[in-house]
Nanobody, 118 residues
Framework: QVQLVESGGALVHPGGSLRLSCAAS????????MGWYRQAPGKQRELVAA???????NYADSVKGRFTIARDNAKNTVYLQMSSLKPEDTAVYYC????????????WGQGTQVTVSS
């Protein structure tokens, strides 16, 4: 069975930092593109950052320069390093694994809550 297990969500003050982790099992991790998405209350889920199987990255404009996505294939883990956090970053953050082929599988983690508040 496939599992994406997220960790690292917390309450943090504005300007603070957090690192989210997503540990995958049941897939050939190195073959999958990995992404971080977030969903704030009453809003659509949005892509925050993604990294391909080859290591190429892209970011939402709202987090560019503040967040960094990285993967460690030896640990089957993808990370989201978040710095200079703002209240508008408050959301449930979800990890996604996507094989990136037509009709290929995609898997989601359970989500982890990030709250940025003074």
């Amino acid at each position: 069975q496939v599992q994406l297990v997220e960790s690292g969500g917390a309450l943090v003050h504005p300007g603070g930092s957090l690192r989210l982790s997503c540990a995958a099992s049941g897939i050939i991790f190195s073959a999958y593109a990995m992404g971080w998405y977030r969903q704030a209350p009453g809003k659509q889920r949005e892509l925050v950052a993604a990294i391909t199987s080859g290591g190429s990255t892209n970011y939402a404009d709202s987090v560019k320069g503040r967040f960094t996505i990285a993967r460690d294939n030896a640990k089957n883990t993808v990370y989201l390093q978040m710095s200079s956090l703002k209240p508008e970053d408050t959301a449930v953050y979800y990890c996604k694994a996507d094989l990136q082929v037509v009709r290929g599988p995609a898997y989601w983690g359970q989500g982890t809550q990030v709250t940025v508040s003074s």
